[in-house]
């Protein structure tokens, strides 16, 4: 599917440089186009989607399924993958400002439709696109929202709940109970939060480890509800009902808080990697889903919804 569509370079300016990009055009069209702002997980995450040791390929794979439906795309590295930045430098604050200027920056490209301008987001992209959508300074605001894997509650529980799964789905050491188990990765996880908490830098060593502290203080008091509240247009969230990351339950308050029209999903095998474990959720079957492709059915649902939202609207 790669020659679906040509790639032309896109650099985005940023507070701190210029990030590499890239806008991709569907074929046998002229523009302006429909075009959608692909916004990534979080980490030193590439244009593709692809982390070191994580080639999730999930941007890659909605450029080109969104070409081959008529509809451009703009996606960017993250901070500190293809510069000289250190990407834990940077804060979940810093990763808004970039997407939003990603915004302006494609609102400002005679190649794009701006009538037809739409933001998808998977994991800390959902975030920030839900961010963007309720921004009523923002010009042109979205005319549709994607989240994938989206969250609706306050990032320190989201943390917290991750802690929880882990505990129960890991294996215990031996010797110990499952129960004894669960309760220490909480514990871990909570003593975490209130070692990061007492840090000042965007850089600190938590237990020994350097880690983006500045993001993690920022997300761990996100809570995504008022934004959903003030969101513009119609929304497309679609969680996996075996998302240990985020809570697929958080589709029912999307939907509630969402003014507009909320279409949600929660396909039942469906993880926070897009892709499909129909076994008992575990991160220990990562490595598994990653060499594994991207969920077709995700992936042609957001492209349906938009093509009949959004490319061949008038």
């Not at 969402?258 to 926070?272: F, I, M, Y």
Request: aromatic share 4%; net charge negative; hydrophobic share 45%.
């Amino acid at each position: 599917m790669t020659a679906a569509f040509a790639s032309h370079p896109f650099d985005l300016a940023i507070a701190t440089g210029v990030l590499p990009a890239l806008l991709c055009s569907p074929p046998g069209s002229r523009p302006p186009w429909a075009t959608a702002l692909l916004l990534p997980g979080s980490g030193p995450i590439d244009h593709d989607g692809n982390a070191p040791g994580a080639p999730l390929g999930i941007q890659l794979a909605l450029a080109e399924a969104l070409a081959v439906a008529g509809m451009a795309s703009v996606r960017f590295d993250r901070r500190g993958v293809a510069d000289d930045q250190d990407w834990k430098d940077a804060t979940f604050s810093d990763n808004y400002a970039d997407a939003r200027q990603a915004w302006l920056a494609m609102a400002a490209d005679p190649r794009v439709d701006t009538q037809k301008m739409v933001l998808i987001g998977h994991s800390e992209g959902a975030l920030h696109a839900t961010q963007l959508a309720a921004d009523g300074a923002l010009r042109p605001a979205p005319c549709a929202t994607v989240l994938l894997a989206g969250s609706a509650q306050l990032g320190r529980d989201v943390l917290l709940r991750q802690a929880r799964l882990i505990g129960r789905s890991s294996q215990p050491d031996e010797g110990q109970s499952q129960a004894a188990h669960a309760a220490a990765i909480l514990e871990q996880a909570e003593e975490a939060q209130r070692q990061i908490r007492a840090t000042s830098t965007n850089v600190a060593d938590v237990s020994g480890v350097p880690i983006n502290a500045g993001w993690l203080r920022q997300f761990l008091d996100y809570n995504p509800k008022p934004d959903l509240l003030e969101v513009r247009g119609p929304m497309l969230a679609i969680t996996g009902d075996k998302d240990l990351q985020v809570d697929p339950d958080d589709l029912t308050t999307m939907a509630e808080a969402v003014p507009g029209p909320c279409r949600t999903l929660r396909p039942a095998d469906l993880t926070h990697l897009l892709r499909h474990d129909p076994t008992p959720p575990t991160l220990a079957d990562y490595p598994r889903q990653i060499a594994e492709p991207v969920d077709t059915e995700v992936i042609d649902t957001v492209c349906q919804w938009l093509t009949g939202l959004v490319v061949k609207a008038p």
